[in-house]
């Protein structure tokens, strides 16, 4: 560390750190308007002046100066006050002061500095009005408006775009005074490369970046913030909501930099998504079906028909007639609450989330290889890998705050391996890019490993000290030549040699996976020999090396870890272990259950042949999400009793008897869990809308009124609970949660949490190597539907889009469903970019927009699943996977065909 | 002969290619040592002595190394860089290849401003033949170990790409705006690694200095300015042009040379430069005195000093690339100010902050145009008091009292 002395303290800095850094950290306010700590020190502004040396010396910037030893730092002098006081009198010369009508009152650091330094705003006489600058790229766009009259040009906003977000969307255009923040060629936001981050209104000093949403709804003085967790993927983002008390009303999305998850980054869900919980079409009041549509009707009616309609099912079919979808979009405590339903009030196992549609084969292969199903590393560990290892994975839009750290892993010099179908935005930026047949994986896996294995490139004593049954697993590779794979992955044999080498070599290698890997029906299979390939090359149990799902929903880990399946008790302890049912059995005082229970699937499944009569649902809508929506749709209309618990009239809950009104992220307390295994508080900003609950409460009502009471003053009760069953999150309580939050394992109150798995030990003792054969994918492309469909997410849509499709920024970006289809298969099909076209598979059709481009392999198209109207999933095979009954979503047979005039071009798609 | 030339230039007695061949009988370290023996300093203004800037580029390490040929001759009242361009190409790159040897450098790139686009197909055919000479490309005059290519980059019409790291953004197609200092390009310059960037004329010197040895060179100029300097003269003159002179002249001298004695004053380095009266003319012309360009506008005793203050601060305001405060800003209430002044609505209040401003951009600014540009304005409030005192309505009225 660096000594040094700044306004007569002694403060210490890092090497390399500057002199306005170490002053910050140590809570000394350097006046800066360019600076972020995020950003790279550009000295534009010229307000961060200081003395060095003596307060005779001709000053320098705090921002660009290098601490060094001994150094002695003044930060204020008449002299220093005089010269910030005449460059704020310049901005103010610039800036149209309106400090009266702006969304930025107390909350602008012009503003702040302008008071500070009692700068004239006068000076250089009233405010010129220059040329008309309320029309510019922004003008047009739903979520960002920039105010050039209120901009100061500190260039915040261009370098995030261009360093962070790497999307380069915004430049200043012009020179001198004309200088203002501009598209290229002043092209729309919306049509530009903008990927609708919010990046630049957060960290934009003044008021001239903001959400065109907010304006009028409160000034920044006026408004309360709440930190929170982010609702939508997995990464476990903190954000504060902040809250205009008056209104009840969130008014926009902030967030700080230095969280360990995000450091203040946002996507555009994170920043724009949150229309969804003022929404006039939010579910208000318990409703009962009443022939063709529901009624009214009061809590208590609503919740005594749930649970004598349930005691009346168990009780005449058997706890087995019934089953429980829980939810990963909500917290912790509510997961824990529905299985505890299930099993404790209900009998039965019969409890599922949607875990199983996503990434079910990564808890049941992980914990197969390794004895806990995980992401090993911390999200902040990306940065230092020197190699990563993406396949199936899109992160930039899935998980894009997890895609901002592998950009800055990238701008640091790490090589990227990406395999993927698609070529997505790492794929772009990729030193190797391998674009491999949709359900070619462990084709592609087992030739890498088989390659690596030949060139004694793996780690020897790793494999020997901490790992078993290798020389099976070796066997297996043998005929797994490079060749034959690159034959069938219809990819260049070298790139897979390359990738073996520069994996095996890199130090560290980490594995980043998502559904790509999972959604197959040979899902789990996948997710063993990517644990095989991490423990060939001893790439586990350390910093930045492992294996890292990202999991995709806010809590699937947390709904995962609490139970909510059928196999595994809260904690992943297993449900037949006598030690642990006599645990469970003790502090529920009931008997568990028996049976085996089933999965979301064999809940759709077993609906149809009359097996499960009630089906309760919280939180999810299994008519859009799984496959093959027409005979979902049937199945469940044969339930004798179905029980939603919503927040909207989701396409599921238009077949239930009962709608339970529930609340949402930013109604309620709780905890969710993240792909980084950290457990993190969600705080109540709003209250929920009309007779609406938080969840756990009607969880409680209807335990209660099944027979089986449950009372709890709030959910750090329910977590106290759960903490108390579950060894991973012994160490855990809200008290400890505040602030940062703190990853499992967490065994003692002592315990700091765990940065990454399997340091020294795996979790089961040694590693476990599986040999794995390949499985084609179930339905093979034929003549008749010659094509391979595979489906996914995008940046600016959620899942089935519930929240995401009532978001005025999202549906401007994507106002519908496209399918991705290669320029030469388009030719072969006469189909032209924007075109509308007809999907059609097996099972059904479905209409979308042609979005024509290089982006996906000629035999392969590629649809989101998130538009209700022309959902993806009315296309989509029901082949599961055997092992966790997750369905083939990324692999079936389909055609398309034009079915009308090309619109606009679809602007899906870079030209590239 | 080109026209603009007034008087007997020595490059017009170099012979092209014969420093080169000189200079490749050294070694590198020898080279730098000449450099230095001559004690020349950067022709484009700042003077800092070319061969400490060399020695810092050769000492750094790197994969790959640059010498760059600064020709974005901005300044206005500039003009000798086109000249030697148009007329003494060979002896520019002759200095490039020597300083690509000195330092390591095996690419070379002439930066030319757009608005000589005109003379770019004419370079071009100079690269052409020097490549077909053996003067550029694998084994530069047979050397085994020297290989070395030139191209041409086009600037897009902005004076701030002249400032050598905005050069070096401009020529990564990035914004041409100024970079912090340290680092230094000789460090770390185009594309991140060391890179020499040299004013065309001084490239031009050094081929001389090789042709005709230090000594020569040394015996001219004053002890901290040696050899001899180009100077573009224009203004109120009876002949304007392109004049050699050695360094230490004193302005008297020259303006006696070029016919411009009757002068009220001289603007000499550009708009960013010094605005000298009368009275100061026995001052000389050097980097310890006055230092310049080479830019020298002759300003005839009708002119009026607020009009010629506002010209220069029309440009600046134009040029400034907008990127820090000061100067994005400053130029703009500069020239207002010079506007109320010429109006008669300027109080003295007000000039006194139109003063206190342009200190605040002399030293606040990040790059030399903003730490510059107010230097004509001030240099005239202060030599030209009476004539902007006139301007001030309670001003002239005590006087005139």
């Given at each position: ?32 308007l ?25 000053p ?50 012009l ?31 739903r ?11 500190c ?50 000093p ?106 009346q099912?168990?009780d ?22 529905m ?41 902040r ?73 030949g ?21 297996g ?73 990202l999991?995709g929903?806010?809590?699937?880990q ?7 399946m ?55 809508d ?41 609340a ?159 320029e ?89 | ?22 200079a490749?009988?050294?070694g ?13 300093r ?15 580029a050769a ?90 290519d030139?191209?041409i ?13 905005a ?35 001084t ?8 042709a ?108 400034s ?75 002239a ?5």
């Amino acid at each position: 560390m660096i000594r040094l002395t700044i306004d007569y303290r002694e403060v210490q800095a890092r090497p390399g750190q500057t002199i306005m850094e170490a002053a910050l950290a140590a809570g000394i306010e350097v006046p800066h308007l360019c600076h972020d700590p995020r950003l790279s020190p550009v000295g534009a502004c010229r307000l961060c002046q200081v003395h060095v040396g003596g307060i005779d010396r001709a000053p320098v910037l705090a921002c660009i100066t290098q601490a060094s030893e001994g150094m002695t730092v003044i930060t204020e002098s008449p002299e220093l006050a005089a010269r910030r006081k005449a460059i704020l009198e310049l901005l103010l010369s610039e800036h149209r002061v309106a400090c009266t009508t702006c969304d930025a009152d107390g909350g602008c650091v012009l503003q702040d500095l302008a008071y500070r330094y009692g700068a004239d705003e006068w000076l250089y006489g009233a405010y010129q009005h220059g040329e008309p600058v309320a029309l510019n790229y922004t003008s047009e766009n739903r979520g960002i408006e920039y105010d050039a009259e209120k901009c100061v040009r500190c260039g915040r906003c261009v370098r995030f775009c261009d360093e962070v977000q790497m999307a380069s969307a915004i430049t200043f255009d012009g020179r001198g005074i004309a200088m203002k923040v501009n598209t290229a060629h002043g092209r729309p936001l919306h049509q530009s490369d903008c990927e609708l981050c919010g990046g630049c209104i957060r960290v934009c000093p003044t008021g001239a970046m903001r959400e065109r949403a907010a304006m009028g709804l409160g000034r920044a003085k006026d408004l309360a913030a709440v930190r929170t967790t982010c609702t939508y993927c997995g990464v476990g983002c903190q954000m504060d909501l902040q809250v205009n008390r008056r209104l009840n009303r969130i008014v926009r999305v902030t967030s700080a930099p230095g969280l360990p998850v995000n450091d203040g980054h946002l996507c555009v869900k994170g920043h724009f998504g949150f229309e969804f919980v003022n929404s006039p079409e939010r579910l208000t009041d318990p409703l009962i079906r009443e022939g063709d549509g529901f009624r009214t009707a009061s809590w208590d009616e609503a919740i005594g028909l749930v649970g004598s309609r349930l005691r009346q099912i168990r009780d005449r079919g058997g706890p087995e007639a019934l089953a429980f979808m829980s939810s990963c979009r909500c917290t912790n405590e509510e997961n824990y609450l529905m299985q505890k339903l299930a099993r404790a009030a209900a009998s039965t196992n019969n409890v599922d989330q949607c875990a199983t549609t996503c990434h079910a084969p990564t808890v049941a292969g992980l914990a197969a290889a390794f004895g806990s199903g995980a992401m090993t590393n911390s999200t902040r560990e990306i940065r230092d890998c020197r190699v990563m290892f993406v396949i199936g994975c899109n992160a930039t839009e899935a998980h894009p705050i997890v895609g901002l750290e592998m950009k800055r892993a990238l701008r640091s010099g790490a090589t990227l391996i990406v395999c993927d179908p698609r070529r997505t935005w790492l794929a772009d930026h990729a030193h190797i890019f391998i674009q491999h047949r949709p359900g070619s994986d462990n084709m592609l896996i087992n030739a890498m490993m088989s390659h690596i294995v030949g060139q004694g490139l793996y780690d020897r004593k790793f494999v020997a000290e901490r790992c078993e049954d290798f020389d099976a697993f070796r066997e297996g590779l043998g005929g797994y030549t490079v060749e034959k794979a690159a034959r069938y992955c219809g990819v260049e044999p070298g790139l897979i040699r390359q990738a073996a080498e520069l994996y095996a070599r890199g130090a560290p290698s980490g594995i980043f996976y998502t559904l790509g890997i999972t959604e197959h029906s040979c899902g789990t299979d996948n997710v063993k020999n990517l644990a095989n390939l991490a423990m060939l090359c001893g790439q586990i149990g350390k910093p930045s090396s492992g294996i890292n799902p990202l999991r995709g929903q806010n809590n699937v880990q947390g709904g995962c870890d609490m139970g909510a399946m059928p196999h595994r008790l809260p904690g992943y302890q297993d449900w037949k272990d006598p030690v642990s049912r006599e645990k469970f059995q003790k502090a529920w005082g009931v008997k568990l259950p028996e049976n085996s229970g089933g999965r979301v699937t064999h809940f759709i499944e077993r609906a149809g042949n009359g097996e499960v009569k009630a089906l309760y649902v919280m939180g999810e809508d299994p008519v859009m999400s799984e496959p093959n929506q027409t005979k979902v749709i049937a199945h469940l209309r044969k339930l004798d009793f179905l029980v939603c618990q919503e927040i909207f009239m989701s396409e599921t809950a238009r077949l239930a008897h009962v709608i339970l009104p529930g609340a949402c992220f930013a109604e309620k307390d709780g905890t969710f869990t993240c792909s980084e295994r950290r457990v993190q508080r969600i705080r109540r900003a709003v209250a929920p809308p009309g007779r609406a609950r938080p969840d756990w409460e009607i969880l409680c009502s209807v335990s209660t009124a099944m027979g089986y009471p449950m009372n709890y003053p709030g959910p750090a009760e329910v977590f106290a609970e759960l903490a108390s069953l579950m060894p991973s999150y012994a160490g855990m309580n809200y008290a400890r949660l505040e602030g940062d939050g703190l990853q499992w394992p967490c065994p003692t109150a002592e315990h700091p949490g765990t940065r990454f798995l399997h340091e020294g030990k795996f979790t089961r003792g040694k590693g476990l190597f599986h040999s794995i054969a390949f499985q084609p994918q179930k339905e093979e492309p034929d003549a008749e539907y010659p094509l391979i469909l595979s489906t996914g997410r995008t940046l600016y849509h959620y899942n089935v889009g519930t929240m995401t499709r009532r978001m005025a920024v999202a549906t401007q970006k994507q106002p519908r469903n496209f399918v991705e289809i290669h320029e030469d298969a388009a030719a072969r099909y006469g189909i032209r970019d924007g075109q509308e076209v007809v999907v059609r598979s097996r099972r059904g059709r479905t209409t979308a927009r042609a979005a024509v481009g290089r982006k996906v392999r000629p035999d392969t198209i590629w649809m989101p699943f998130h538009f209700v109207e022309e959902s993806a999933n009315a296309l989509t095979i029901d082949a599961f996977d055997p092992v966790t009954a997750t369905a083939e979503y990324k692999c079936c047979a389909a055609r398309i065909e034009p079915s009308g005039p090309p619109e606009a071009a679809s602007r899906q798609q870079p030209s590239r | 002969m080109n026209s603009s030339i007034k008087n007997a230039l020595t490059f017009s007695t170099v012979e092209p290619s014969g420093g080169l061949r000189a200079a490749m009988d050294k070694g590198r370290a020898e080279i730098i040592a000449e450099v230095r023996a001559s004690g020349i300093r950067g022709r484009g203004g700042a003077g800092f002595p070319t061969s400490v800037k060399w020695n810092l580029a050769a000492a750094a390490k790197s994969d790959r190394k640059f010498v760059v040929c600064n020709a974005d001759e901005g300044e206005p009242g500039t003009f000798k860089d086109r000249v030697i361009l148009s007329e003494y190409a060979g002896l520019v790159f002759d200095g490039m290849t020597i300083a690509a040897y000195a330092i390591g450098a095996t690419t070379g790139i002439l930066y030319l401003r757009a608005e000589y686009t005109y003379l770019r197909e004419h370079l071009e055919k100079v690269l052409a033949e020097r490549r077909a000479k053996g003067l550029l490309g694998q084994g530069v005059c047979g050397k085994d170990d020297f290989e070395l290519d030139i191209q041409i980059r086009m600037g897009a019409g902005a004076y701030i790409c002249g400032e050598e790291t905005a050069l070096i953004e401009s020529m990564e197609g990035q914004r041409g705006e100024p970079r912090n200092r340290p680092p230094f390009p000789v460090d770390t310059g185009f594309t991140g690694r060391p890179t020499a960037v040299n004013n065309v004329e001084t490239l031009a010197w050094v081929a001389c200095i090789f042709a005709r040895g230090a000594d020569w060179f040394k015996s001219v100029g004053t002890g901290k300015s040696a050899g001899l300097k180009l100077f573009s003269v224009s203004g109120d003159c009876k002949a304007p042009g392109v004049y050699e002179f050695p360094m230490g002249i004193t302005v008297a001298s020259l303006l006696e040379a070029v016919g411009g004695q009757d002068a009220k004053a001289v603007q000499i380095g550009g708009a960013s430069g010094y605005c000298v009266p009368a009275g100061e003319f026995t001052r000389t012309i050097a980097y310890e005195d006055i230092a310049t360009g080479g830019s020298i506008i002759v300003i005839g005793r009708e002119r009026d000093m607020l009009k010629v203050a506002e010209n220069f601060m029309e440009f600046f305001a134009d040029e400034s690339c907008g990127q820090c405060t000061p100067c994005r800003l400053g130029n703009g209430k500069l020239l207002e100010g010079i506007h109320l002044l010429q109006q008669g609505r300027c109080s003295m209040q007000y000039l006194r902050e139109l003063c206190s401003l342009g200190e605040t951009m002399q030293l606040a600014s990040k790059c030399g145009l903003g730490q510059s540009s107010p230097n004509a304005l001030l240099s005239i409030v202060k030599h030209f008091q009476s004539e902007i005192m006139g301007r001030i309505p309670a001003a002239a009225a005590a006087a005139r009292e």
